[in-house]
């Protein structure tokens, strides 16, 4: 049993549920961190037969060591089930009963793939929902990983949130306490160049939301969404239900400042007051970085309203740009190499754990 309230019920599974989970499409969220992917994680998951749960890392943490096995053992699974609870948002958020989640892992020993194993943690957070047609996942750091979900789900599809790059810039400011503007506004541009690139080889995969469009023509984003994934349209996905999950948080938390919260969005009904925050919240030498960095592309491919302007007195210099974007692509590699080790993301992991306790300010785990 895990440490944590069992705020969704782990039921046991049967054969017939095994083989119809592995029917289940399974799509990816792709979008810089405050980009909107929690939000649209939310919509999905108030759809009666969609699973979008919390944030967790646990496909990618696990993948180096499980996705490689062919034919799987009954000590294989078991490995599987204890090595989940390694990962903080899994075992402080997900709260599944480890002992009767192994116990219907273990129901698809005979036909168990990396891929599948995955597809049945995820179903067990189908709550009351009786048919589920669609399995969402979302991590602003799945964009670095775009080829290993392929290699694990084959079939799979991408939703590709963007939103304003001095929009974006001032909320990670604000959420995450993020000092280096350049850095910041490389990741922003980084992040989306890459999956712009993966577009024009499979634009099939691929699906765009711009997050100002979202907020603001939320009934349509979404009904084009559903036709794109195949799913029926729910009028429940634009309520914006506030989720279970965060729910039990706040609970267990007891008295919280939930100004302090990271996704105190999710709070709310969906509005615009997020939308141009940074023309009174970003300071001149903030909006001229992101700017210099994020200008050309942000106006050429999502078509946002943002230019460099000539006439001011800020200047960002070539020397701090050229190192902000090396710096990125270093901290670029370093992470993708870092997720390729099982034994590192363990040591990660725990190093994390040990450090910060298992309550972690919910910003943290991200």
Not at 110 to 132: N, P
Not at 181 to 199: D, H, P, Y
Not at 229 to 237: D, G, Q, R
Not at 255 to 263: E, F, P, Q
Request: aromatic share 12%; net charge positive; proline share 5%.
């Amino acid at each position: 049993m895990s440490e944590t309230p069992n705020t969704y019920p782990t039921k046991p599974l049967t054969a017939a549920d095994i083989e119809y989970i592995k029917t289940i499409p399974m799509i990816f969220i792709l979008g810089r961190e405050r980009s909107g992917t929690s939000l649209l994680q939310n919509l999905l998951d108030s759809h009666p037969n969609i699973i979008g749960p919390p944030e967790s890392k646990i496909i990618a943490v696990l993948a180096p060591k499980f996705a490689p096995i062919k034919r799987w053992t009954e000590a294989n699974i078991r490995e599987f089930a204890e090595l989940l609870y390694i990962e903080p948002m899994f075992t402080n958020f997900w709260h599944l009963d480890k002992e009767q989640l192994t116990k219907n892992l273990l129901l698809a020993k005979d036909s168990a793939t990396y891929e599948l194993l995955c597809k049945i943690v995820y179903y067990h957070l189908r709550k009351d929902k009786e048919k589920i047609i669609l399995i969402s996942d979302k991590n602003p750091s799945y964009i670095l990983h775009i080829n290993t979900l392929l290699d694990i789900f084959p079939d799979t599809k991408f939703v590709h949130i963007i939103r304003e790059p001095r929009d974006n810039i001032y909320s990670q400011m604000k959420a995450f306490n993020a000092k280096n503007t350049i850095f910041s506004a490389q990741k922003w541009l980084g992040f989306n160049q890459l999956v712009e690139r993966k577009k024009k080889k499979m634009p099939e995969k691929f699906y765009t939301i711009i997050y100002e469009n979202m907020v603001t023509e939320t009934e349509d984003i979404m009904k084009g969404l559903c036709a794109f994934l195949k799913v029926p349209y729910s009028e429940a996905m634009i309520q914006n239900v506030f989720p279970e999950w965060l729910s039990a948080h706040l609970e267990r938390k007891g008295n919280v400042d939930r100004k302090n919260m990271v996704h105190t969005g999710l709070l709310a009904p969906i509005n615009t007051s997020n939308v141009g925050k940074w023309k009174n919240k970003l300071s001149a030498y903030d909006q001229a970085a992101t700017e210099a960095i994020t200008a050309d592309f942000a106006k050429k491919t999502y078509g946002y309203d943002i230019s460099i302007d000539p006439n001011s007195k800020i200047k960002i210099s070539g020397f701090k740009i050229l190192k902000g974007k090396c710096l990125y692509y270093l901290w670029q590699a370093f992470t993708q190499a870092r997720y390729k080790s099982f034994a590192f993301n363990l040591m990660y992991s725990k190093r994390k754990q040990k450090k910060k306790g298992k309550d972690l300010p919910m910003w943290e785990y991200f």
